[in-house]
Each structure stands twice: as C-alpha cells, then as structure tokens.
C-alpha cells in the first residue's frame, strides 16, 4: 500500500460516516444508554460547533435534546456515560469490513462527542480485537461473540459494566 494523499486543511472537525448496523444518536448520549455489546463507554459532551446541526432534527425530536444542542454541549455528571455498541463498527450490508475512530456509525450531534481521541482509540483497539478474532475463527466480523470481545477487551484494561448491569 501506498499514501495517495492527505488531509489539506488541519482541524477538519467532521467527515463522512459509515452506516453500521447501529446508528448512535444524540438520543442514546442523552439517554446514558448502555447495550449489551458496547465495546466502550464515552463521557465526553456533544460538541458541535454550528446551529446548522439542528436543522438534521426530525419533528419527533424532544425539546431536552434541542436545548442540549443549542447549548453546544450537554456534560455529563461525575460517573456518567453512555457506551458505543460493536454494532457501530460494522457496517451494515458489507462483509468482513470493520471501521473505527469518527467514521463510525453516528449522527452528527453523537459524532460531536465519539469523535474525539480516547474513543477513537477505543473503537480501534476493540476493530482490531474483533478482526483478530473474525480471522481466527474463520466468520464474518458481523459474527464475532461480543461477549468474548468484552472479556478480551477487559483483560486489557477497558472499562465495561458488566452485560447484565447493560440491559
């Protein structure tokens, strides 16, 4: 492989995102929403620096989100956070590709906060585990035993509540 090219401006913010088999909204970070196959758990606040994004809300968005929004973030409390399911890292309808860092599955306003280093690294390090594991076993990333990539992800050092504790 080779670089073709890079990146012309510094700071680029945003950039595309792939659609996985779990979209993460503003709703699941509002929420503090736990799943059973996080893969990570992130605090830090939406982060989105123009009035632009409301304009991607749906009239069924509630109000607590807008003003959270409007506010430019919306922090947590100490000890809160919500997690990042695998399912965000797979894409959905495309086999044994997985994708990490700010690319993944999200909306805008979510993508304000998962975009950031820690989750990133997050997001690669358990890419790169469930890669591991997919080539190993000889399956498709999309079935990959979530319940061992926690352990695996554990023995490691990552922060995870326990699966029961997620549902």
């Known amino acids: 492989s080779f670089l073709a090219s890079t990146g012309s401006l510094l700071g680029v913010r945003e950039t595309r995102r792939v659609l996985g088999d779990y979209y993460l909204t503003a709703v699941d970070y509002l929420a503090r929403q736990s799943f059973p196959d996080e893969i990570c758990r992130n605090a830090y606040g939406i982060d989105v620096h123009s009035k632009k994004a409301m304009q991607e809300f749906t009239s ?17 409390g100490p000890g809160e956070s919500f997690g990042v ?19 993944i599955s999200t909306d805008r306003q ?3 906060s998962i975009r950031i280093m820690a989750c990133c ?8 585990m469930a890669a591991a594991m997919a080539s190993a076993s000889d399956c498709d990333v999309h079935s990959v035993d979530t319940i061992q990539l926690r352990e695996g992800l554990q023995q490691h050092g990552a922060y995870l509540p326990d699966v029961a504790d997620s549902q």
């Open 85 to 103: 399911p695998y399912r965000c890292l797979t894409p959905k309808d495309l086999r044994n590709v997985l994708v990490a860092g700010r690319c």
């Open 110 to 112: 979510a993508n304000g």
């Open 121 to 128: 690294l997050n997001t690669g390090e358990a890419a790169g």
């Open 60 to 76: 069924q968005t509630i109000e607590k989100i807008k003003e959270a929004i409007d506010a430019g973030t919306q922090d947590y």
